[in-house]
Every structure is written in structure tokens, then in C-alpha cells.
């Protein structure tokens, strides 16, 4: 089974950042940003056809899955459990998106359901479940989408003059490394660390492609709130934001350039993420510990 990294989103409100609305903008290597890259009518389609399938009723978002079963206990995917092709009233989108750029064979498909309020925690897709990029078609709404990495970790510097770049300070980034459950950022032994935080609006029927760097290394995240500042303007969520999210499952464990984000690359996750900490591990326990041995030793001696 293989795992997905959820990570806390950053608590503070950036409504002065600037949004990229262009993948230049937000000058994160890898992205891709295709603005209308469906019609209405093809919105419609996909939306009709979505409505006839069975949702999945999430605490507060609904899915679909094709293709593959995303197993969100586990938060992963079995590669041997395929549910099927992907379905017939897609393809055609399908086939648009494979002739572009770092695009593989797609064989994994989750729909999402976000009405206003609801948004995405922070992660990185997990390395070991999915190979190349990452697509992501938003239907019937837009939202901002965020993306985050330590700074000073880039492998490459075309992203450091991205005009939607911009450093903040957060805890735990190095948390960011795909092992899972590695959010608390406050036990992180990483302790406060720079990031990279950038904002990309997402409107509906946009292709987001997150390749290289921008799918092996930062975080993605979609805030939690009713409406989004772009670049001076409130914009309200949408009544509902579908978004599908296309994937192709990994059979072999990832090989990437980012080895310190990659579950694949990394030894198991209790010898590199800091265990939560747990009662015997501070320093007051041990103090007690002493002071007892020390009472126990002073009565023995009267
Ligand atoms: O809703 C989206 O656009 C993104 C979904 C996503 O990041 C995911 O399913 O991993
Ligand atoms: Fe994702």
C-alpha cells in the first residue's frame, strides 16, 4: 500500500500576496497552467455525466474514483486493486491531455466535490503511488491554489524570480518529505523553516499540470474559506468547485531527483520524521524519575 502525505496548512490569512493567474507568474518549475482548456459545453458534459455516478461522502467533501480505488485510510492506492478503464465520457479529454508535455498514459481518476468553506489540506501526491505528473481540471468554480517548499531546497533558481513567489516563515517544512502523518509542525525537529509560498488561481475549466519539480517537491493546498483575494479582488467560491484529478499509478518505487521528498528514497519514516512526542520523552518525566530515585535513596540511607 502505498502512502499520501498530508501536511497543516499555514495559519495566517495573505491576502497582500499577489495570485499568478499564468504558470510564467508563478514561476514554479514544471507547472503548467491551460486557461479554458475545455468549452462550457464540454463542462456541462463532464458535469451531467458525473452527476449519474455514486458519490463516496467524505467528512466534508464528496468523490468519485476511477480507474484505481484512492484508499483514503491508508492514504494511498493499491496498485494491484484496478477498478477498470477510465470511462468512455472522458477519453476524449484523456487523449487531449496525454499529447501534452510530461504527461504519461493517465490511468487514475478522483473526482472532487468542494462546496464553499471546503478546501484541500497541504501534500505532496505520494511519490511511490504515482508516476509523472499530476493534472487537475476544475469544473463549475475556481479557487486559489497554494504551493509551498523550503526555501534554499530548489534544485532549480528559475523559480526564485517568479513575481508570485514569496518567502514566509512556517514550522515544520521538513515535514514535507512524503512520509505520512508527519504534520504536526510543532513537534517537527525542523522547528521554524522558511518556505516558499506561492498562489495560483485556478478558474473553472483550467488544466493545472503539476510536473517535475512542481509535483516531486512542493506541497499543494487549497485554503479553507468561502472566498479568495485575487490580486485585489474578493472573489466568492463558487456554489460548488469539481475538480478531477488525473494520475497514472505507479507499479515500481519512484527513482526522482528530489530524494528528500520521495517516500520511495527515503529510509522508513519512524528513523526520519520525529516520532510525536510522548510522555517519557520529556525532559520533565525524567526529572521526576531522578527526584524519586533520589527520595527513595535518602530514606534508604536514614
Ligand atoms: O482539487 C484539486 O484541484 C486538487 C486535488 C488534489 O490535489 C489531489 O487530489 O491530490
Ligand atoms: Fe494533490
Known sequence: MVKFAELEQPKQVQQHLPVA????????????????????EQEAALLQHIEQ???????????????????????GVDAQQRLGPLPEWVQLVVQRMEALPDVLPLDQLTVNEYTPGVGLSAHIDTHSAFSGAILSLSLAGGCIMEFRRPV??????????????????????????????GGDSSSSSAGEAALQQVQVYLPPRALLVMGGESRYAWQHYIPHRKADWVNGQLLPRAARRVSLTFRQVRGRPCACAFPQFCDSQLAPPDSVVERKSHPADSGWMWMLLFMALVYQCCRVEQ
Open 21 to 40: 493567474l499564468t504558470a510564467a507568474q508563478a514561476g514554479i518549475p514544471g507547472l503548467q497552467l491551460h486557461p479554458e482548456f475545455i468549452t462550457p
Open 53 to 75: 455516478q455514486p458519490w463516496q461522502q467524505l467528512s466534508k467533501r464528496r468523490v468519485q474514483h476511477y480507474g484505481f480505488c484512492f484508499d483514503y485510510s491508508q492514504r
Open 152 to 181: 534554499g531546497s530548489s534544485s532549480s533558481s528559475s523559480a526564485a524570480n517568479g513575481s508570485s513567489m514569496t518567502p514566509i516563515a512556517a514550522a515544520g517544512a521538513a515535514a514535507a518529505a512524503a512520509g505520512d502523518g
